[in-house]
């Protein structure tokens, strides 16, 4: 082989590399994924069924919650890992919201359609649930008292067995529905009504 054969493929192979290394420029950067959050974030409707609805179903929310669900590990939560008297985020991580897709009563109250937060004060023997207008909040570490719509306290129903996770439900009511709400051996019920 020649020089000027050796200097081609030089040429060549100095090409294929710098047209590989500037085609990798283009490519985007490994993506880093968050690691599962062990609080889950879920959501409930009522009626419960709504997002199965089939299609031909007339089946409209009245009520969406968004929530995240800590989980007892084994600790002791009302009175201890939830201090009684403190304002608590009704769940984990972001403070949780709740949609009326139409006027309410909570407490004697009327409330508007929209997106509100939920937070609570728990104690011993009842608790106070609050309905507040801030949203997209991490946690009740910004929460503004100045901000509540309605407070109502509601009492406490001890439960034989504890709950692993923090969970809502709803309970159907005749003029509306009973938020249920219950974590360890602790369960309060906020009538709503609509």
């Known amino acids: 082989m020649n ?3 050796m200097r081609n493929i030089f040429v060549i192979v100095f090409a294929l590399l ?10 985007p950067a490994e993506v880093k994924f968050p690691i599962a959050d062990p609080s889950p974030a879920d959501i409930l409707y009522f009626p419960i069924n709504t997002p199965k609805a089939k299609e031909g179903e007339n089946l409209k929310p009245v009520i969406k919650i968004i929530y995240s669900r800590p ?6 939560i009302f009175g201890v890992l939830e201090q009684y008297g403190k304002v608590w985020r009704f769940g984990a991580n972001e403070s949780t919201e709740i949609r009326f897709y139409k006027k309410v009563t909570v407490g004697g109250k009327k409330i ?7 937070f609570a004060i728990p104690n011993k ?13 991490w946690g009740a570490f910004t929460y503004d008292q100045s901000m509540d719509i309605v407070r109502v306290d509601v009492p406490v129903k001890n439960l034989n067995k504890p709950i692993e996770y923090f969970s809502l ?10 938020l249920v709400a219950a974590w360890d051996r602790t369960q309060v019920e906020l009538p709503i009504a609509f």
């Not at 989980?71 to 002791?76: I, W, Y």
């Not at 023997?125 to 909040?137: A, V």
């Open 112 to 118: 508007k359609a929209g997106t509100y937060s939920l």
């Open 169 to 178: 439900t709803f309970s159907p009511l005749p003029q509306g529905a009973a």
């Open 3 to 5: 020089s000027k054969q």
């Open 18 to 27: 710098c047209f590989s290394a500037k085609a990798q420029e283009g490519l």
């Open 125 to 137: 023997d009842k608790w106070t649930i609050i309905i507040n207008k801030q949203t997209d909040k």
């Open 71 to 76: 989980q007892k590990k084994g600790r002791d």
